[in-house]
């Protein structure tokens, strides 16, 4: 009820409208954070997990309160209550409170309720929904998660089998999408594991011993298989598309997909080439060529970067056209791509667009995007 009201005053053109809408939205959100803080107490109380049935609710409860929490466009607030909760909660321009939701509200739920619970039936729709949004989250901000566990990727790639339906009408259809999911999620674990011994580097605890070599020569190695499966992926899934105007007309999973290789494939080079002298450096045992496969030349970057920001350009119109035509693919799910985009565009044009595909996603309502655009400009566009 709070999204569809939030919706409802975004397309709304009269502004008292859009102010009764935008506290309708504020009121039923309220409704469901006390009713889910309800719910969470009373399980706290029985000291034993809800039932399945309430433990779906809860996980799809704090999806959407994510996602309203990242939508309420601050310029429909009304009073100075709605501003406050808007500033304060809702539309953090920081990118702060987004980021809390998602790693300790709709992530740390899910894993709290185990693969058990999303196994099948709404558990199981819930899992495929929010596995998109963990995986981008991890690689947006360089941090684990669960989904590399051991029960996660089984139940990830136990699930997926074209057409299957188990006879609780939960037929599920595979898409090229959700094995590169998988190859996302092991690429961030590498770029934490590879953090951790740069790290070392920097405190300079760790020089040129053979277990630093050792580690650096492995962390290496598996950045050449996760290539490797980056590259099968290609082949298999996306090879019949020669330019971005023919993948344009693509089906929203597979632009998405292709979207998303784009973006990792950049972010998997981007493990090493930062430092590229230390990597190099640090393998003199051998090993290193690898390292050389891995890392992607400009030319390659670029064509990456091109990719992303035609695609997502594409996406983003036909999502806020809407109609026959227009595409259902959330203009969240494009903040990873455009900030790995936005690092390596390396000329005014290129990153004049990022800015106006993100302000694009901006006036969708999700002033996260801010954060992106303030983190380039602050950070990476300051220092190259």
């Known amino acids: 009820m709070a999204l569809g009201a939030v919706y409802e005053a975004g397309l709304g053109r009269d502004a008292a409208l859009r102010r009764r809408q935008t506290v309708t939205a504020l009121g039923h959100y309220t409704q469901a954070i006390v009713r889910l803080q309800t719910a969470i107490q ?30 309420l466009p601050v310029r429909h607030s009304p009073g100075a209550l709605c501003r406050w909760l808007t500033l304060q909660l809702i539309n953090d321009a920081s990118g702060d409170g987004w980021r809390q939701h998602m790693v300790h509200g709709t992530a740390e739920a899910l894993r709290a309720a185990g693969p058990g619970a999303c196994a099948r039936g709404p558990g199981r729709a819930f899992f495929a929904q929010a596995r998109v949004f963990e995986a981008c989250r991890t690689i947006l901000f360089n941090e684990p998660t669960f989904l590399t566990d051991g029960a996660w990727a089984d139940l990830a790639r136990g699930m997926w089998t074209a057409g299957r339906d188990d006879g609780d009408g939960d037929g599920d259809e595979w898409h090229p999408l959700d094995s590169l999911l998988d190859v996302m999620v092991m690429c961030s674990r590498l770029r934490v594991r590879a953090g951790t011994l740069m790290d070392g580097w920097d405190a300079g605890g760790g020089g040129d011993d053979d277990d630093d070599a050792d580690e650096a020569r492995a962390v290496c190695a598996d950045g050449e298989g996760l290539c490797e499966a980056l590259r099968c992926w290609r082949e298999a899934y996306a090879a019949d598309s020669t330019d971005d105007d023919t993948a344009i007309r693509d089906d929203d999973s597979t632009l998405l997909a292709r979207v998303f290789y784009a973006a990792t494939r ?41 990719t992303i920001l035609t695609l997502t350009g594409a996406a983003l119109k036909g999502s806020s056209e809407g109609g026959r ?32 595909l993100l302000g694009r996603i901006r006036g ?5 995007a801010a954060a992106i655009e303030g983190d380039l400009r602050g950070g990476v566009w300051r220092r190259g």
Do not use: C, N
Request: aromatic residues 10%.
């Open 42 to 71: 009373d399980g706290w109380r029985r000291s034993k997990a809800p039932p399945l049935a309430q433990q779906t609710s809860i996980l799809w409860t704090t999806l959407f309160l994510g996602l309203f929490e990242v939508g």
């Open 266 to 306: 950049i972010y998997l080079s981007g493990i090493f080439d930062y430092r590229r002298a230390e990597w190099t450096r640090r393998l003199h045992g051998g090993g290193g060529g690898g390292l050389m496969t891995v890392m992607l030349a400009r030319d390659e970057v670029d064509a990456h970067v091109e």
């Open 325 to 356: 035509d227009g595409r259902g693919l959330s203009p969240v799910l494009f903040l990873f791509p455009l900030r790995v985009a936005g690092a390596r565009a390396a000329d005014k044009r290129r990153r004049a667009r990022v800015v106006e």
């Open 364 to 368: 969708e309502g999700f002033v996260v």
